[in-house]
Nanobody, 115 residues
Framework: QVQLVESGGGLVQAGGSLRLSCAASGIGFRFNGMGWYRQGPGKQRELVATIWRGGSTNYADSVKGRFTISRDNAKNTVWLQMNSLKPEDTAVYYC?????????WGQGTQVTVSS
């Protein structure tokens, strides 16, 4: 059974930092690209960052220079370090494979950035 469990969200002031974690099980983690996605209030889910199995990364323009995605294949975990947070980063954050699998979405973790 595949499980992607996100954690690390919370309430933070603008300019603050959070580190999100995603623990994966039931998949060949090290063989897959992974991504962080988010869905803000009244918005569609969007791709935030991706990391390929070899470690190369890509970011949405809105988070470039502020967020860092990383992974540890031995721990089946992917992280998202978020710095210089802005109110517009408020969203539920999810991890999934990249490209996504529609049946792998978890509960996500809420990030709220106050101004």
């Amino acid at each position: 059974q595949v499980q992607l469990v996100e954690s690390g969200g919370g309430l933070v002031q603008a300019g603050g930092s959070l580190r999100l974690s995603c623990a994966a099980s039931g998949i060949g983690f090290r063989f897959n690209g992974m991504g962080w996605y988010r869905q803000g209030p009244g918005k569609q889910r969007e791709l935030v960052a991706t990391i390929w199995r070899g470690g190369s990364t890509n970011y949405a323009d809105s988070v470039k220079g502020r967020f860092t995605i990383s992974r540890d294949n031995a721990k089946n975990t992917v992280w998202l370090q978020m710095n210089s947070l802005k109110p517009e980063d408020t969203a539920v954050y999810y991890c999934n494979l990249f490209p996504t699998r529609s049946d792998y979405w978890g509960q996500g973790t809420q990030v709220t950035v106050s101004s």
